[in-house]
């Protein structure tokens, strides 16, 4: 049996001048730009090198102790003044939220009311809403006109924006509060209807 000659593949060490100068010459056009370039970030053989020591256990942990110390927390919300912008996000979310659940939430009862014996045809709704007291009716109302009303309104604000205009803080502040002031007015008249 042969035994098969081992064939180390020979490093070329960029750190000598003269290698680098081999590298390039026997490199085509295309490359020569790239080698130029990783030659130009590679650490020059002058770098320190990385050094290690060993430590303690606890020697370890108060070192680590120490580091967390000294790391940057992360600012929390409570730190910042609250904004328009905020207020009116969660609430567009809110109403789009409460009044999509209440579709779907209607659809899927009206759909097995018949198997429970429900009544949820329109002139049953209608006779029961009459029978409510007149508190009940008002909050009731409120509860779905306001939702509905700043969720419409809000939607109309978001399709300017669409369009590129009223994106200044000024504005967006000023459309903010129109939005909410429109929203109470309108859902109060509605309401009250």
Same mark, same amino acid.
Do not use: C
């Given at each position: 049996?042969?035994?098969?000659?081992?064939?180390?593949?020979?490093?070329?060490?960029?750190?000598?001048?003269?290698?680098?100068?081999?590298?390039?010459?026997?490199?085509?056009?295309?490359?020569?730009?790239?080698?130029?370039?990783?030659?130009?970030?590679?650490?020059?053989?002058?770098?320190?090198?990385?050094?290690?020591?060993?430590?303690?256990?606890?020697?370890?942990?108060?070192?680590?102790?120490?580091?967390?110390?000294?790391?940057?927390?992360?600012?929390?919300?409570?730190?910042?003044?609250?904004?328009?912008?905020?207020?009116?996000? &969660?609430?567009?979310? $809110?109403?789009?939220? !409460? @009044?999509?659940? *209440?579709?779907?939430? =209607?659809?899927?009862? %009206?759909?097995?009311?018949?198997?429970?014996?429900?009544?949820?045809?329109?002139?049953?709704?209608?006779?029961?809403? &009459?029978?409510?007291? $007149?508190?009940?009716? !008002? @909050?009731?109302? *409120?509860?779905?006109? =306001?939702?509905?009303? %700043?969720?419409?309104?809000?939607?109309?604000?978001?399709?300017?924006?669409?369009?590129?205009?009223?994106?200044?803080?000024?504005?967006?502040?000023?459309?903010?509060?129109?939005?909410?002031?429109?929203?109470?007015?309108?859902?109060?008249?509605?309401?009250?209807?």
């Amino acid at each position: 049996m042969k035994k098969k000659k081992s064939r180390k593949k020979e490093m070329l060490d960029i750190s000598r001048p003269d290698a680098r100068l081999v590298l390039l010459n026997n490199s085509s056009q295309s490359l020569q730009s790239i080698i130029m370039l990783t030659l130009s970030l590679s650490p020059s053989p002058s770098s320190r090198p990385a050094t290690t020591s060993t430590v303690s256990q606890s020697s370890g942990q108060e070192i680590l102790a120490n580091q967390r110390l000294n790391r940057p927390i992360s600012p929390h919300l409570s730190i910042y003044r609250p904004q328009i912008t905020w207020y009116g996000s &969660a609430l567009n979310r $809110i109403t789009g939220a !409460v @009044l999509s659940s *209440g579709i779907y939430v =209607f659809g899927a009862a %009206y759909l097995v009311a018949p198997l429970f014996g429900w009544h949820l045809e329109s002139a049953s709704l209608a006779a029961s809403f &009459a029978a409510w007291p $007149i508190l009940a009716k !008002v @909050l009731f109302k *409120g509860a779905v006109a =306001f939702p509905f009303t %700043y969720h419409g309104l809000n939607g109309i604000r978001h399709l300017v924006w669409d369009t590129g205009a009223s994106l200044t803080n000024k504005q967006v502040i000023y459309t903010g509060w129109t939005v909410v002031g429109l929203s109470v007015v309108s859902a109060l008249g509605l309401t009250f209807l």
